[in-house]
């Protein structure tokens, strides 16, 4: 399966979430490790999921970016 990540960069790195699977985050100092540990997030979350019987959101989110004209 293929989940749909939102990367954000702060002040000291780097955020990820994955909206169709709310509280599944990750945070690291590059993006690449924020990458690294929000796949190993989605999967242990899927994983505790199947554990406790409840079923797993199959990926429905996309994401587009979107240019718009910031001149005033």
Same mark, same amino acid.
């Given at each position: 399966?293929?989940?749909?990540?939102? *990367? #954000?960069?702060?002040?000291? +790195?780097?955020?990820?979430?994955?909206?169709?699977? /709310?509280?599944?985050?990750?945070? &690291? $100092?590059?993006?690449?490790?924020?990458?690294?540990?929000?796949?190993?997030? *989605? #999967?242990?979350?899927?994983? +505790?999921?199947?554990?406790?019987?409840?079923?797993? /959101?199959?990926?429905?989110?996309? &994401? $587009?970016?979107?240019?718009?004209?910031?001149?005033?």
């Amino acid at each position: 399966m293929k989940y749909m990540v939102v *990367i #954000e960069k702060g002040e000291a +790195g780097y955020g990820a979430h994955v909206p169709d699977l /709310p509280g599944c985050i990750a945070a &690291g $100092e590059t993006r690449d490790e924020a990458l690294e540990l929000i796949k190993e997030a *989605i #999967e242990f979350h899927i994983e +505790g999921l199947l554990e406790v019987g409840e079923p797993v /959101p199959p990926p429905s989110s996309t &994401g $587009e970016l979107i240019e718009v004209d910031t001149a005033a």
